[in-house]
């Protein structure tokens, strides 16, 4: 479940995402599975080789995308969430999201 954040964050993560960049939406979130996470930060691209690339340079494997339709994506968590957020420059996600 999702919290946090607004519809056009959403919209505009989705439309980047349709037209093949590289986009990041980081928000609060609950699952019962993974208790100790408050939040999540979900990098989608309708390209997936290209989202297998870029995941690629951080370790991650092209098996851990969630493949969504248009709206394909890694999950970030934890310190891997932290560290690839820091990495990308996306210190507003950090800050507003208490990493």
Known sequence: MAFG?????LMEWK???KRGEIAFLTHYWYDERFPEYTSVTKVGCS???KLAAWG?????????IHR???FSHFDL???TQKEILQQEGLTEHLLRFHL
């Open 5 to 9: 954040i607004r519809r056009w964050e």
């Open 15 to 17: 439309e980047k995402v």
């Open 47 to 49: 390209d997936i080789e």
């Open 56 to 64: 690629k340079q951080y370790g991650l494997r092209k098996e851990w």
């Open 68 to 70: 969504r339709g248009e």
């Open 77 to 79: 968590l934890g310190e």
